[in-house]
């Protein structure tokens, strides 16, 4: 009897210390998706300190906790972004990597380039949508105008002043830049920066009147009173600018948006791409991350892989004709 009524006990022990485990330990005992010690590395085609690299640490960080197993960002910034997307593409199944890319690498660039080194469509497979952001249309301090309207007026005015500064040359905020000009019938030249930095530099001393930029990269400016943001490109006003409004709310028809997504390659297997959506998703989802995107004004969004998909199908439907009618050759 005694030994029977111990054996109860340290069963009961037993299932008491099972319940008290925290659900994400229990989660992490399951089977692993990749090797023990072997991390799974997000790639970015940018250097450091960038948006797409904070988002990239932001998802690693919590990746991680869900996986049980170690997440890096690995930079490799070079042609456009373009890299990146080659050295994922041809990662060996020993070394796990994905792709955290935006529209420049994986909708224009394959327009453009007679070869970029990869078929978006053929060579991987969306895991998740993590973040989308929108354009500002900008103009600097010493531009006579407070209003989208205003400053049609004076382009169409001054038309030799129709400088629209854009972070890179064939970049999403270049092609919204044309979009606008057609959509407003005013005349465009772009003048494309290398990076957010020299362009808000230049916009701020003078030197390009106009810019159309990720409206993230205008915030700082725009509360410290540096610049005006005229008009955002979403679909509804930024949460993050509530009195700015929308172009589309001005008149001009024209709603733009960019995102930054995670890519596996082809050779990964469909059911850890699948597994890997699901906790992207759990880690969008999770409220520490919302309010860490939100500090670094980024936006995040959480989407399945099938989703995600739809949302690029749909966006290479928009993006593709504008691209190929701007006549754009790097």
Same mark, same amino acid.
């Given at each position: 009897?005694? $030994?029977?009524?111990?054996?109860?006990?340290?069963?009961?022990?037993?299932?008491?210390?099972?319940?008290?485990?925290?659900?994400?330990?229990?989660?992490?005992?399951?089977?692993?998706?990749?090797?023990?010690?072997?991390?799974? $590395?997000?790639?970015?085609?940018?250097?450091?300190?960038?948006?797409?690299?904070?988002?990239?640490?932001?998802?690693?960080?919590?990746? *991680?906790?869900?996986?049980?197993?170690?997440?890096?960002?690995?930079?490799?910034?070079?042609?456009?972004?373009?890299?990146?997307?080659?050295?994922?593409?041809?990662?060996?199944?020993?070394? /796990?990597?994905?792709?955290?890319?935006?529209?420049?690498?994986?909708?224009?660039?394959?327009?453009?380039?007679?070869?970029?080194?990869?078929?978006?469509?053929?060579?991987?497979?969306?895991?998740?949508?993590?973040?989308?952001?929108?354009?500002?249309?900008?103009?600097?301090?010493?531009?006579?105008?407070?209003?989208?309207?205003?400053?049609?007026?004076?382009?169409?005015?001054?038309?030799?002043?129709?400088?629209?500064?854009?972070?890179?040359?064939?970049?999403?905020?270049?092609?919204?830049?044309?979009?606008?000009?057609?959509?407003?019938?005013? /005349?465009?030249?772009?003048?494309?920066?290398?990076?957010?930095?020299?362009?808000?530099?230049?916009?701020?001393?003078?030197?390009?009147?106009?810019?159309?930029?990720?409206?993230?990269?205008?915030? /700082?400016?725009?509360?410290?009173?540096?610049?005006?943001?005229?008009?955002?490109?979403?679909?509804?006003?930024?949460?993050?600018?509530?009195?700015?409004?929308?172009?589309?709310?001005?008149?001009?028809?024209?709603?733009?948006?960019?995102?930054?997504?995670?890519?596996?390659?082809?050779?990964?297997?469909?059911?850890?791409?699948? $597994?890997?959506?699901?906790?992207?998703?759990?880690?969008?989802?999770?409220?520490?991350?919302?309010?860490?995107?939100?500090?670094?004004?980024?936006?995040?969004?959480?989407?399945?892989?099938?989703?995600?998909?739809?949302?690029?199908?749909?966006?290479?439907?928009?993006?593709?004709?504008?691209? *190929?009618?701007?006549?754009?050759? /790097?």
């Amino acid at each position: 009897m005694q $030994r029977r009524e111990l054996s109860k006990l340290a069963l009961g022990a037993a299932l008491m210390a099972c319940a008290l485990i925290p659900p994400l330990a229990q989660a992490q005992t399951a089977a692993p998706l990749f090797p023990a010690k072997t991390p799974l $590395r997000i790639v970015v085609g940018y250097p450091p300190g960038g948006a797409t690299d904070r988002v990239a640490r932001l998802v690693a960080d919590k990746l *991680q906790v869900k996986l049980g197993s170690p997440v890096i960002v690995e930079n490799k910034p070079g042609a456009g972004g373009r890299l990146s997307a080659q050295y994922v593409k041809n990662a060996p199944a020993a070394q /796990p990597a994905i792709l955290l890319a935006n529209p420049a690498v994986m909708v224009v660039a394959p327009l453009v380039f007679h070869d970029s080194g990869y078929d978006p469509e053929k060579d991987f497979r969306a895991i998740s949508e993590v973040n989308r952001y929108e354009f500002g249309l900008a103009v600097a301090s010493a531009v006579p105008v407070k209003e989208l309207s205003h400053l049609l007026a004076w382009i169409k005015a001054n038309p030799q002043q129709a400088n629209f500064g854009v972070p890179a040359t064939g970049s999403l905020p270049h092609f919204f830049a044309l979009m606008l000009g057609e959509a407003a019938k005013v /005349p465009v030249e772009v003048v494309g920066y290398k990076g957010s930095g020299p362009l808000l530099t230049d916009l701020m001393g003078g030197q390009v009147p106009i810019a159309v930029d990720t409206f993230d990269t205008q915030i /700082p400016q725009i509360e410290a009173g540096k610049l005006r943001v005229l008009a955002t490109s979403g679909e509804k006003r930024s949460a993050m600018a509530p009195n700015i409004p929308t172009l589309k709310e001005l008149g001009v028809n024209l709603v733009g948006t960019g995102w930054n997504t995670l890519f596996a390659p082809q050779s990964m297997a469909p059911a850890t791409v699948q $597994r890997l959506s699901e906790l992207v998703q759990e880690v969008m989802k999770d409220p520490d991350t919302q309010q860490k995107f939100a500090a670094s004004n980024l936006v995040p969004v959480t989407s399945s892989a099938a989703q995600t998909e739809a949302m690029l199908k749909a966006y290479r439907t928009q993006w593709a004709p504008v691209v *190929q009618r701007s006549g754009f050759k /790097p």
